[in-house]
């Protein structure tokens, strides 16, 4: 079953609005990533988050990480049409590899 | 910007031919990957390599095979494609000493099987 398991699967906002997105894990991580996906292209990297980290922030990005409750969320603040692109959360597995989440397709309509 | 790089962007074969989708990076990344992706879904790695000579399998089956002749260089072949190998196929790379591996990808190459 897949490590990561986003919520929503959809979010549509109006620009300027905030957008939350939340991931939630099963196993224990080392590191928590968030990347973004344009329609049809290949993804971003935005930030990471390590296990004794609880917050970041990067621009309007902020991340949080509760290991307790096994779960990130990911807020874009005062959203913009080009914010416009699905999220996905991806966890560290053994060997170097990442396990992504199913993403959430966020919308932002201006 | 990523210097990581995938050709061709888009595909369409017919059922049993053979295809390679190349990907290069000039990163110097030894750690490469291939993720197969369906629309509006998640991604799965299908093939990893840690250098030169290296492969192994990911975590979804796929019946492509992968090579790592060089560094900057990971290509993957479909010996013949059918209508199930229709999808995205992203190539990524990322530092090997870099604990906390963060994988830069390319833009991706969308096959479709007739």
């Known amino acids: 079953s897949q490590q990561g398991e986003e919520d929503p699967q959809a979010l549509s906002i109006q620009e300027g609005e905030n957008a939350t997105m939340n991931c939630s894990y099963k196993?224990?991580?080392?590191?928590l990533q968030w990347y973004r996906q344009n329609s049809g292209r290949g993804l971003v990297h935005l930030i990471l988050?390590?296990?004794?980290?609880r917050e970041k922030h990067s621009g309007r990005l902020r991340v949080t990480l509760d290991t307790s409750k096994k779960s990130s969320s990911l807020l874009i603040t005062a959203s913009r049409a080009a914010d416009t692109a699905s999220y996905f959360c991806?966890?560290?597995?053994?060997?170097?590899?990442?396990?992504f989440g199913q993403g959430t397709e966020l919308s932002v309509k201006p | 910007e990523a210097d990581i790089y995938q050709t061709p962007r888009y595909l369409v074969i017919g059922t049993g031919k053979k295809i390679t989708l190349e990907c290069s990076q000039t990163?110097?990344?030894?750690?490469m990957y291939w993720y197969q992706q369906d629309p509006g879904m998640e991604l799965h790695l299908i093939h990893y390599?840690?250098?030169?000579?290296?492969?192994e399998k990911g975590d979804l089956s796929s019946e492509s095979t992968v090579s790592r002749i060089r560094t900057e260089h990971f290509p993957l072949t479909l010996e013949s494609a059918r209508p199930s190998h229709t999808s995205q196929y992203l190539c990524?790379?990322?530092?090997?000493?870099?604990?906390?591996?963060?994988?830069?990808f390319g833009p991706g190459t969308r096959l479709t099987v007739l």
């Open positions: 990524a790379s990322s530092e090997r000493g870099d604990p906390y591996n963060e994988q830069f």
């Open positions: 196993t224990s991580i080392n590191n």
């Open positions: 988050i390590r296990s004794n980290e």
């Open positions: 991806a966890t560290d597995a053994r060997g170097g590899k990442l396990i």
């Open positions: 990163m110097g990344h030894d750690k």
């Open positions: 390599s840690y250098g030169v000579n290296s492969t």
